[in-house]
């Protein structure tokens, strides 16, 4: 069983190279929950749900997250009726979140219900949520602190970022079969996501961080940083405002306790002896994933390393 | 100040056509919520949301209900994803539940909620819940007890009718200003709406029938029945089962101990001295609305009555 620590964009395009070699059966995604938020009375789950619409190929290649060919009907409406606009929700979209969401009012775990989204859309890799608990990501920023959805599409990450707060609300526990997949994983990778954000939030929940140093598997990780950038999404700013360098060098010290090995793009080569003197090994690789052939390249090599 | 007694899309019309002959400023629709119910996590409020759109010109005027032109594209989503699909809701309609939903979620009250609906889609005319209580009617019938909607709706009606339950879930308060209204307004109407399941929930909150009983302004309902039959829904089989006549005379009879006046359907003016014998005064005239102008010829005969 392979497990992959997942954010939202890089870790659902690396599970889609994952799926191509090996049965997706095996692969279990642990999934940020940092970024829900409620909107519209809806519970939002922006990673879950851009993972499991990339493996069910439904997501807006686009834009990386939606429901690729939606409409915005409904949305529309709510704006005529007074409702904030600045998160954009399709109408096939919103079913995700009115079923969601009716469901945990029933009282069904955020587990249960991930993984019948996934398996009624057709996805066989399994997706367990991080937490069934309320885990907010907070940023605190020079205008005050905000979720990180506020932060990042509603001020459009335009604000000098002074700290962030994971698990905001308060202490929030690993879901329940997360610290057995841990130890029963023979492959443990953390996927190109955000370190701060994305990862970062499934390290900080209580007992993942020990059984991830106890564990005998090698632990992989891929750098999302390329030659000094993020691919994708408010990285190089979180990662300054904690304190390290944008770059492969600077997740190499995020990750240094964790894991055995960074995969690094073969554009920070140079940087290889640095993070190598940190106790990690090092791969070094075309990370950039554009196109299919290009990310099953990729999950072949970060599960050899 | 003009208080109609208002269920769906019988008062609807009524108001459609009181609105040509008064300023709608002055038109208060005290409206019917006990068919409203919980589907999808979302609040739904059939009855409120048929007036409100009849006013606004937006309703789908072929099925009564729903926003003319409206799409289903997450109704389809939420059926893959396995929710319900009897009780249909295009992508428009669903702005309304959401907002509705989500406004009640903050604590909003059901009345504010309704009139902050009715103010953004821009009609004039005052919408009041009957109460901000939930006050569900259910239909007892030889399938087991079930809400209005699933007996009507999901189940077609199809059931053999042994009682009505109104206010099924406790008891229900009218909406604090129900009673200073009915106290004020200057002519009262009972729409032609259902006598059981729509006019019926609001005259069975405690303190509306004697409000109605000691106002010195006469009291004119317009049947609903013509010719023996309903216009539409499911007043023959509710009226048979709570052992009214389907007719004008079963009207009058529900109504007799509240109304000054009934108007009846030159259809049914064959029915004038019985109903006359009841001790009510009897307006005889074309009641069927089929267009604006009828409309508006049936609120002023009712006004006058």
Same mark, same amino acid.
């Given at each position: 069983?392979?497990?992959?620590?997942? !954010?939202?964009? %890089?870790?659902? $395009?690396?599970?889609?190279g994952?799926?191509?070699?090996?049965?997706?059966?095996?692969?279990?995604?642990?999934?940020?929950? !940092?970024d829900?938020?409620?909107?519209? !009375?809806?519970?939002i789950a922006?990673d879950?749900?851009?993972?499991?619409?990339?493996?069910?190929?439904?997501i807006?290649?686009? &834009?990386?997250?939606?429901i690729a060919?939606d409409?915005?009907?409904?949305m529309?409406?709510?704006?005529?009726? %007074? #409702?904030?606009?600045w998160f954009k929700?399709?109408?096939?979209?919103?079913a995700?979140?009115?079923?969601?969401? #009716?469901?945990?009012?029933?009282?069904?775990?955020?587990?249960?219900v991930?993984?019948h989204?996934?398996q009624a859309?057709?996805v066989?890799?399994r997706?367990?949520?991080?937490?069934?608990?309320?885990?907010?990501?907070?940023? /605190?920023?020079?205008a005050g602190?905000?979720?990180?959805?506020?932060?990042?599409?509603?001020r459009?990450? &335009?604000?000098d970022?002074?700290? /962030?707060?994971?698990h905001?609300?308060?202490?929030?526990?690993?879901?329940?079969e997360l610290?057995d997949?841990?130890? &029963?994983?023979?492959?443990?990778?953390?996927?190109?996501?955000?370190?701060?954000?994305?990862?970062?939030?499934?390290?900080?929940?209580?007992g993942?961080?020990r059984a991830? &140093?106890?564990?005998?598997?090698?632990?992989?990780?891929?750098?999302?940083i390329? !030659?000094g950038?993020?691919? $994708?999404?408010p #990285?190089?700013?979180?990662?300054?405002?904690?304190g390290y360098e /944008?770059?492969?060098?600077?997740?190499?010290?995020?990750y240094?306790d964790?894991?055995?090995?960074?995969?690094?793009?073969?554009?920070d080569?140079?940087l290889m002896?640095?993070?190598?003197?940190l106790?990690l090994?090092?791969?070094?690789?075309?990370?950039?994933?554009?196109?299919?052939a290009? $990310?099953?390249?990729?999950?072949t090599?970060?599960?050899? %390393?």
């Amino acid at each position: 069983m392979i497990l992959v620590f997942a !954010g939202g964009v %890089g870790a659902a $395009k690396f599970l889609e190279g994952l799926v191509q070699v090996v049965p997706p059966e095996e692969i279990v995604a642990v999934v940020n929950t !940092g970024d829900d938020f409620v909107l519209h !009375g809806l519970m939002i789950a922006p990673d879950l749900d851009i993972v499991t619409c990339t493996l069910a190929d439904l997501i807006d290649r686009e &834009q990386g997250w939606g429901i690729a060919g939606d409409t915005t009907a409904c949305m529309e409406w709510l704006g005529k009726l %007074g #409702a904030p606009q600045w998160f954009k929700l399709g109408d096939r979209d919103l079913a995700l979140h009115i079923q969601r969401t #009716a469901l945990l009012r029933e009282g069904w775990t955020l587990s249960h219900v991930a993984d019948h989204l996934r398996q009624a859309l057709g996805v066989k890799v399994r997706i367990v949520p991080m937490s069934n608990d309320p885990a907010p990501t907070h940023i /605190v920023t020079a205008a005050g602190e905000m979720h990180f959805e506020r932060y990042f599409v509603e001020r459009r990450a &335009q604000d000098d970022v002074q700290d /962030v707060r994971l698990h905001a609300a308060g202490p929030a526990q690993p879901t329940p079969e997360l610290l057995d997949l841990i130890a &029963q994983a023979d492959h443990i990778l953390l996927a190109p996501s955000n370190p701060i954000v994305s990862i970062g939030p499934i390290l900080a929940l209580p007992g993942v961080r020990r059984a991830l &140093q106890t564990t005998a598997v090698p632990i992989v990780a891929i750098s999302p940083i390329v !030659g000094g950038a993020a691919i $994708k999404g408010p #990285a190089a700013p979180l990662m300054r405002a904690m304190g390290y360098e /944008v770059s492969a060098f600077g997740i190499a010290q995020i990750y240094a306790d964790l894991i055995d090995t960074l995969v690094i793009d073969q554009l920070d080569q140079a940087l290889m002896n640095s993070i190598k003197a940190l106790g990690l090994q090092v791969v070094v690789t075309d990370t950039i994933m554009r196109d299919s052939a290009a $990310k099953a390249r990729l999950a072949t090599v970060a599960l050899q %390393g």
